[in-house]
C-alpha cells in the first residue's frame, strides 16, 4: 500500500462513526476552513524563514487538510481523494500545452496570456450561466488577493494601462482624492476614497510586476524588525516605548535604518 493510499485509510478511520476520533467525526466543511487557513500561512512561514525541514512537516499538515476534505465529500458520495488528483492532472495537462502537446510558448509573458485564455475558456465551459469574466473569482479571498485576480481579469481583455506612468498618476489622483475626503472629513467618504487608494496602488504593484502581498509581507517585517530595534536600545538604556517621545523614537529609527542592514549583513 502507498502512502497516499494509507493516508486514506487513516482518514477514513479517524472518521469511523464507531471507532473514530470524536474531534475528527464532529468536523465539518466550514468548520476545517480556520485550521486550513492557519496550516497554509504555518506553510508560507516556514519557507520565508528558510527552514526546509519544518517545510516539509507543514505541507504534510496541509495536506492532511486536503484528505479530510476528500475524505468529507467522500462520505457524500461526491468524490474522494483519487477524483481530485485525476481533476488535477487534466487540469495541469490541459493548462500546459506547450509541453504535452504541441503549442509553442515564447517567454513568461505569452505563457501567462495562453494561461488566462486556457482558465477563461474553462470557465465558460463549466458556467454556462456566466455574465461577466469576473464571474467565479471568489468574495472570500483576502481583499489584496482579489484586488489582483480582479485587475487581470479585465486586463485580460484589454481594459487596463498601457504604461506605468499613467498608473503612477491614476495613485497621485487617487491620493489627491484621500486628501479632499479628509478635509471634508466625512468618515464613509474617507474610507471609499483609501479604499480606492488602496486598489490603484495594487493595479502599480501589478504593472511593476510585483506581487502585492509579497511587497507588503517585506514592509511589516521591515518594520517589525525596525521597531523592535528601538524597544530594544532603549531597554538597554533603562528606557520603554511607553515613557520615550516621539523625538526619541524617531531619531531610533532613523538609526535601525541605517545599522539594521549591516547587522543583518554580519556572520
Request: hydrophobic fraction near 45%.
Amino acid at each position: 500500500m502507498g502512502n497516499i493510499e494509507s493516508l486514506i485509510e487513516i482518514m477514513a478511520r479517524l472518521r469511523d462513526p464507531a471507532r473514530g476520533c470524536p474531534w475528527d467525526r464532529e468536523q465539518t466543511f466550514a468548520s476545517l476552513v480556520p485550521h486550513t487557513l492557519e496550516e497554509t500561512y504555518e506553510v508560507i512561514d516556514a519557507i520565508e524563514g528558510g527552514r526546509i525541514e519544518d517545510l516539509r512537516e507543514e505541507l504534510g499538515d496541509l495536506l492532511f487538510q486536503v484528505v479530510f476534505y476528500s475524505q468529507l465529500a467522500s462520505e457524500r458520495g461526491v468524490f474522494g481523494l483519487n477524483e481530485v488528483a485525476a481533476t488535477l492532472i487534466d487540469k495541469l495537462i490541459g493548462r500546459h500545452p506547450h509541453v504535452f502537446a504541441n503549442a509553442v510558448v515564447i517567454g513568461t509573458d505569452q505563457q501567462s496570456a495562453a494561461w488566462e485564455a486556457h482558465k477563461t475558456k474553462e470557465r465558460a465551459a463549466q458556467d454556462l450561466n456566466a455574465t461577466s469574466i469576473l464571474d467565479g473569482i471568489a468574495s472570500a479571498l483576502p481583499a489584496l488577493l482579489r484586488a489582483v485576480k480582479l485587475q487581470r481579469r479585465a486586463a485580460a481583455v484589454g481594459f487596463d494601462w498601457n504604461e506605468i506612468g499613467a498608473v503612477l498618476d491614476a495613485v497621485m489622483g487617487e491620493l489627491n482624492e484621500v486628501r479632499a475626503a479628509l478635509a471634508a472629513g466625512e468618515p464613509t467618504h474617507i474610507a471609499e476614497e483609501i479604499g480606492d487608494l488602496l486598489f490603484a496602488c495594487v493595479n502599480l504593484a501589478r504593472s511593476a510586476r510585483v506581487d502585492p502581498e509579497s511587497a507588503l509581507r517585506s514592509a511589516n517585517q521591515k518594520f517589525e524588525c525596525r521597531f523592535r530595534y528601538i524597544e530594544q536600545r532603549l531597554q538597554a538604556q533603562g528606557q520603554s516605548v511607553n515613557d520615550a517621545t516621539l523625538a526619541e523614537m524617531d531619531a531610533l529609527w532613523e538609526e535601525a535604518k541605517r545599522d539594521l542592514p549591516k547587522k543583518e549583513r554580519a556572520p
